[in-house]
Protein backbone atom coordinates (compact mmCIF):
# COMPACT_ATOMS: atom_id res chain seq x y z
CA UNK A 1 0.00 0.00 0.00
CA UNK A 2 3.12 2.48 0.94
CA UNK A 3 4.36 1.75 -2.52
CA UNK A 4 0.98 2.30 -4.12
CA UNK A 5 0.59 5.26 -2.13
CA UNK A 6 3.94 6.77 -3.27
CA UNK A 7 3.43 6.18 -7.05
CA UNK A 8 0.27 8.04 -6.61
CA UNK A 9 2.08 10.92 -5.11
CA UNK A 10 4.97 11.09 -8.02
CA UNK A 11 2.04 11.40 -10.37
CA UNK A 12 1.31 7.72 -11.61
CA UNK A 13 -2.05 6.35 -12.27
CA UNK A 14 -2.19 2.91 -10.18
CA UNK A 15 -3.53 -0.55 -10.82
CA UNK A 16 -4.25 -2.66 -7.15
CA UNK A 17 -3.79 -6.10 -7.58
CA UNK A 18 -4.43 -8.19 -4.25
CA UNK A 19 -7.13 -11.07 -3.22
CA UNK A 20 -9.00 -8.81 -0.53
CA UNK A 21 -11.29 -6.58 -2.55
CA UNK A 22 -12.55 -4.68 0.66
CA UNK A 23 -8.54 -4.07 1.14
CA UNK A 24 -7.71 -2.84 -2.23
CA UNK A 25 -11.01 -0.42 -1.53
CA UNK A 26 -9.55 1.14 1.29
CA UNK A 27 -6.26 1.67 -0.02
CA UNK A 28 -7.76 2.95 -3.29
CA UNK A 29 -9.93 5.39 -0.96
CA UNK A 30 -6.64 6.68 0.86
CA UNK A 31 -4.76 6.80 -2.93
CA UNK A 32 -7.86 9.29 -3.98
CA UNK A 33 -8.53 11.27 -0.44
CA UNK A 34 -4.75 12.27 -1.30
CA UNK A 35 -4.50 12.34 -5.13
CA UNK A 36 -7.84 13.00 -6.28
CA UNK A 37 -6.93 13.34 -9.73
CA UNK A 38 -5.20 9.96 -9.86
CA UNK A 39 -7.05 7.10 -11.82
CA UNK A 40 -6.97 3.98 -9.34
CA UNK A 41 -7.99 0.92 -10.70
CA UNK A 42 -8.78 -2.39 -8.87
CA UNK A 43 -8.06 -6.19 -10.18
CA UNK A 44 -8.89 -8.80 -7.53
CA UNK A 45 -6.82 -11.98 -7.97
CA UNK A 46 -5.65 -14.45 -5.43
CA UNK A 47 -1.65 -15.29 -6.51
CA UNK A 48 -2.03 -18.37 -3.60
CA UNK A 49 -6.13 -19.40 -4.86
CA UNK A 50 -5.85 -22.91 -6.22
CA UNK A 51 -2.36 -24.37 -4.50
CA UNK A 52 -1.93 -27.58 -3.20
CA UNK A 53 -3.17 -30.15 -5.68
CA UNK A 54 -4.35 -27.63 -8.41
CA UNK A 55 -2.49 -24.27 -8.67
CA UNK A 56 -3.62 -21.52 -10.40
CA UNK A 57 -3.34 -22.28 -14.51
CA UNK A 58 -1.22 -20.48 -17.05
CA UNK A 59 -4.50 -19.86 -18.84
CA UNK A 60 -5.84 -17.90 -15.16
CA UNK A 61 -2.58 -15.85 -15.13
CA UNK A 62 -2.61 -14.99 -18.52
CA UNK A 63 -6.35 -13.95 -18.33
CA UNK A 64 -5.66 -11.73 -15.17
CA UNK A 65 -2.69 -10.47 -17.50
CA UNK A 66 -4.44 -9.55 -19.91
CA UNK A 67 -7.24 -7.65 -17.71
CA UNK A 68 -4.08 -5.82 -16.77
CA UNK A 69 -2.87 -4.91 -19.99
CA UNK A 70 -5.91 -2.92 -20.87
CA UNK A 71 -4.34 -0.03 -19.13
CA UNK A 72 -1.24 1.63 -19.62
CA UNK A 73 0.97 -0.15 -17.39
CA UNK A 74 4.53 1.93 -16.96
CA UNK A 75 5.60 -0.05 -13.37
CA UNK A 76 5.60 -3.39 -12.17
CA UNK A 77 5.71 -4.17 -8.69
CA UNK A 78 5.36 -7.21 -6.82
CA UNK A 79 4.68 -7.44 -2.66
CA UNK A 80 2.23 -10.82 -2.89
CA UNK A 81 3.44 -13.17 -0.06
CA UNK A 82 2.21 -15.96 2.58
CA UNK A 83 2.57 -14.31 6.00
CA UNK A 84 3.22 -16.76 8.84
CA UNK A 85 4.85 -19.49 7.65
CA UNK A 86 6.93 -20.37 10.71
CA UNK A 87 10.54 -21.98 10.25
CA UNK A 88 11.45 -23.92 7.59
CA UNK A 89 11.58 -27.31 9.11
CA UNK A 90 7.96 -26.56 10.77
CA UNK A 91 6.33 -25.70 7.20
CA UNK A 92 4.41 -28.33 5.64
CA UNK A 93 5.59 -29.80 2.38
CA UNK A 94 2.06 -28.50 0.40
CA UNK A 95 3.29 -24.67 1.89
CA UNK A 96 6.29 -24.67 0.70
CA UNK A 97 5.52 -25.97 -2.69
CA UNK A 98 2.84 -22.96 -2.65
CA UNK A 99 5.64 -20.37 -1.72
CA UNK A 100 7.65 -21.41 -4.96
CA UNK A 101 4.66 -21.24 -7.19
CA UNK A 102 4.00 -18.17 -5.94
CA UNK A 103 7.47 -16.63 -5.79
CA UNK A 104 9.22 -18.92 -8.99
CA UNK A 105 6.14 -19.52 -11.43
CA UNK A 106 3.42 -16.54 -10.58
CA UNK A 107 5.52 -13.63 -10.47
CA UNK A 108 7.60 -14.40 -13.00
CA UNK A 109 4.41 -15.35 -15.53
CA UNK A 110 2.84 -12.04 -14.78
CA UNK A 111 5.72 -10.09 -15.37
CA UNK A 112 6.36 -11.83 -18.56
CA UNK A 113 2.69 -10.91 -19.69
CA UNK A 114 2.60 -7.38 -18.36
CA UNK A 115 6.00 -6.90 -19.20
CA UNK A 116 5.90 -7.73 -22.62
CA UNK A 117 3.44 -4.98 -23.16
CA UNK A 118 5.47 -2.29 -21.62
CA UNK A 119 8.02 -2.76 -23.94
Do not use: W
Not at 21 to 39: A, F, G
Amino acid sequence: AAMAREVARRGFNVILVARNSSKLETIRDQILSECPKTQVDIVVFDMASGFGDAPNTLKLIKEKCEEINKRDVSLLTHFAGITDVGGYFELPPALIRDLIELKCVSYPLMTRYIGEKML
